[in-house]
Each structure stands twice: as C-alpha cells, then as structure tokens.
C-alpha cells in the first residue's frame, strides 16, 4: 500500500503512520485555543514529532458540531505562519486540515504535503489544487456539514454510502488527472453518523480495503466515547482513543489522527508487532 505526497511515496505495508492534531483554532471541541498563538503551536508540533508523529495536521478552522465556517483571510492567517515555520524546523510531513481549494494552495507553498478535507474534495477548485501541486489528499465522508450533521444523520446502509461516496470520490480524481496513489480515504467517524453508524463503520473498517488507498481514521476524544463509556470529560476520552488505535490497525487502517501521540503509538507499535509475528 503506498501513498504518494508531492516528492515522498509512502509505503504503509508493514507500519501506520501517527497524524498528531494540531488545531491553531479558538473554537475546537478538544482544545480550541491552546495554541491560537503561532509560537505556541509551533512548539506543540515540535512536541508532537517529538513524542512520535510522522504527520502534523494544522487546521484553522474548527468541524466541530454546529461550527459555522470562517473567511478564508482569517484561516489563512491562522495556519500559514505555523506550516512555514514546522516545514523549516522538522521532518515530519505537513497536513494541512481545510476544505477551502485557497487555503491548500497556498499551505501547501508554505511546505505542507498532504491536504486533509473533511468535505471530501468537493469544493470547486479542490481537485485541480491536488493535480496541480502533487499533494497527497485525505477524502473524508462526511453527511452535511458541521452546522447540521449530527441532526438525525439517515443511511440507508452506512457501510455502502460510505463506499460509495468512496469510489465516486477516486473517479472524479481520474477523471480530473490526478494519480489514485495521492489519495487516501477516511470514513468520517462523527461526521454525519450517529453512535450507531460509528459503531458500524468501526466494526467493519476492513469492508472499506476493497477501494485499495490507505485508511485514515480520527476518532480521538470524539464525543461518541463518552456516549458509549458514561465518562463525560474529555480528558476520559484517551483510554478509549487508545483501545481504538489498537484495534483500527488491526482491520487495516493505515494513519490514525490523534491528540495524545505517545500513548497511542504505543499501542499501535505493540499491536504491529503481534501482526508482524503471526503472518
């Protein structure tokens, strides 16, 4: 399984990848406005990569439930000084986390190689920005938007909708030029879905490697762990996060985009080793 992000391959054959959650956003469920500051977050990334991430995903803007957009100066000015200054000063891949074709454009000038779209490429420009500058790109599935998707999310069938989307998705891109190793796919876990439809998609992530592009998945401190535990405090959401880590790379999940690194790159790494040992 390789992945290709401007002028890396990436294999991801044996070994995911860890994507640490940067949000230089005052608004994010997890921990919006702990690093608004430049400087700050750039030294949390420093910290991130530190602890073990192989990609640093900058967002400007927050997707939390009833998010309302922002203009698109405003996330510029959030995210481009963070990627330039973390494309200088490490070597983890850059991601940056938008949906708007201007911003990727220019994050990806600024030094960053991957563009993570929780709308799924689907904003008129977004495809040819992927073509034009080589990036690697995250498609994720996401029913509605921010403002409106956990309002009594419908499938008919989650696991096919979601496929489906999939495999429009990697049409459009060949059809629009772009080369299918660029793109990755997420199932969108909290986007559009309710516990239910999580708690499918989660048990049948193997159902999506028929589309053979790397899985991305995100479900760290998600308000659908709290649902399922009782504990309602984000910060009890990190054990669970952890178990799911483990897990996901065991039903094939390539990247897992998470806040705490450390910990679950520990799972991931032990969980590995046991898949490494019984092939």
């Not at 939390?64 to 973390?86: C, D, N």
């Not at 516990?195 to 899985?215: A, M, S, T, W, Y």
């Amino acid at each position: 399984m390789f992945w290709r992000v401007r002028n890396h391959t990436l294999d991801l054959g044996s070994h995911a990848l860890l994507m640490g959650v940067l949000n230089v956003t005052p608004d994010s469920f997890s921990d919006g406005g702990l690093y608004s500051d430049p400087s700050v977050a750039v030294e949390r990334g420093l910290a991130l990569v530190g602890a073990g991430a192989d990609i640093l995903d900058v967002g400007g803007e927050s997707s939390r439930p009833g998010a309302t957009p922002i203009k698109l100066e405003e996330e510029l000015r959030r995210v481009l000084p963070v990627i330039q200054e973390l494309s200088s000063r490490c070597n983890a891949l850059i991601s940056v986390d938008t949906c708007k074709p201007e911003v990727a454009r220019e994050a990806v000038r600024c030094g960053a190689s991957i563009i993570n779209d929780i709308s799924g490429l689907r904003a008129p420009g977004m495809l040819e920005v992927v073509r034009e500058t080589g990036a690697g790109a995250v498609a994720m599935h996401m029913q509605g938007d921010p403002a409106t998707m956990q309002q009594a999310p419908r499938y008919a069938d989650v696991l096919e909708d979601v496929s489906d989307f999939f495999r429009a998705t990697l049409d459009r891109c060949v059809a629009s030029g772009i080369d299918p190793q660029q793109i990755a796919l997420d199932p969108g876990i909290g986007f559009g879905k309710s516990v239910h439809h999580n708690l499918r998609v989660l048990k049948e992530l193997n159902f999506f490697q028929q589309h053979d592009r790397p899985l991305v998945l995100g479900v760290s401190r998600k308000s659908f762990l709290s649902a399922l535990t009782g504990l309602p405090a984000v910060e009890d959401r990190e054990w669970p996060t952890i178990a799911l880590t483990s897990y996901a790379r065991h039903r094939g999940v390539h990247v897992v985009r998470v806040h705490d690194v450390r910990p679950n790159g520990e799972a991931l790494r032990m969980t590995e080793a046991i898949l490494e040992a019984c092939a």
